[in-house]
């Protein structure tokens, strides 16, 4: 598919297991945070996102995590699924501009 | 909606054509993006307009790239010509406000 290259940092985990991402970003001035989900052969998918006056918020499966101190955003996965293989990106918008800025994203394989 | 829509799904040319990529962005939405992806650099942006108006194209790699939103419901990426290192998945993307942008299913490009 079109998704990305195969050296991308790769979680292997099993299903059922509880998953976490790492991202770590440079530029202290950004103010919103996004965790994008890509599938082979897909567009980027919005999963959740985060403002820099947070540092935890929940959805459904999934909670982000931000510390803004060491500059770092995690994204947990509750009990992990087969349809939660993908690669996952973090991305940073800075105030004042609409652009978001990727990280180079994490491949999540669950093994079944 | 639809979502956002590109077209050609996938294009092969050769090198020193010319390639014109096209997308439809969500009814309502004021942004476009125009982003590049590639294994050795991942997703970067290259251009992107509010209300048709570009506002940063410092992504834009050479003067070969050029791009235009003349209405609200049709932006175009062209290069011309073409190159190899060209060669990628383009997405385009469209959001409301800041943050969710909704990605489109991409063009894959090969030049030869």
């Known amino acids: 598919g079109e998704s990305v290259g195969l050296h991308l940092p790769t979680l292997s985990v099993q299903e059922g297991d509880n998953s976490i991402i790492n991202c770590a970003y440079s530029?202290?001035?950004?103010?919103?945070f996004i965790w994008y989900k890509q599938e082979s052969g897909k567009g980027p998918q919005f999963i959740i996102d985060?403002?820099?006056?947070?540092d935890k918020r929940q959805g459904q499966r999934v909670t982000v995590l931000l510390n803004k101190t060491v500059k770092h955003l995690s994204l947990q996965i509750a009990a992990t699924q087969p349809g939660d293989s993908a690669v996952y990106f973090c991305a940073e918008n800075t105030a004042g501009r609409r652009a978001l800025t990727f990280g180079s994203g994490t491949r999540l394989q669950v093994q079944p | 909606d639809a979502g956002v829509i590109q077209s050609p799904r996938h294009e092969v040319t050769e090198m020193g054509q010319e390639v014109t990529l096209r997308c439809k962005p969500i009814?309502?939405?004021?942004?476009l993006f125009w982003y590049r992806q590639t294994m050795m650099r991942g997703l970067e942006l290259l251009i992107y307009?509010?209300?048709?108006?570009?506002?940063?194209d410092s992504g834009m790699p050479e003067d070969r790239f050029s791009a235009k939103m003349p209405n609200a419901s049709f932006s175009t990426l062209k290069i011309q010509p073409s190159e190899p290192r060209d060669s990628a998945v383009y997405f385009c993307?469209?959001?409301?406000?800041?943050?969710?942008?909704?990605f489109g299913p991409g063009t894959r490009l090969t030049v030869l």
């Open positions: 530029n202290s001035a950004s103010d919103y």
């Open positions: 307009f509010n209300n048709n108006v570009p506002i940063d």
């Open positions: 009814s309502g939405h004021d942004y």
């Open positions: 993307a469209s959001s409301v406000v800041l943050g969710e942008q909704f």
């Open positions: 985060i403002r820099s006056n947070m």
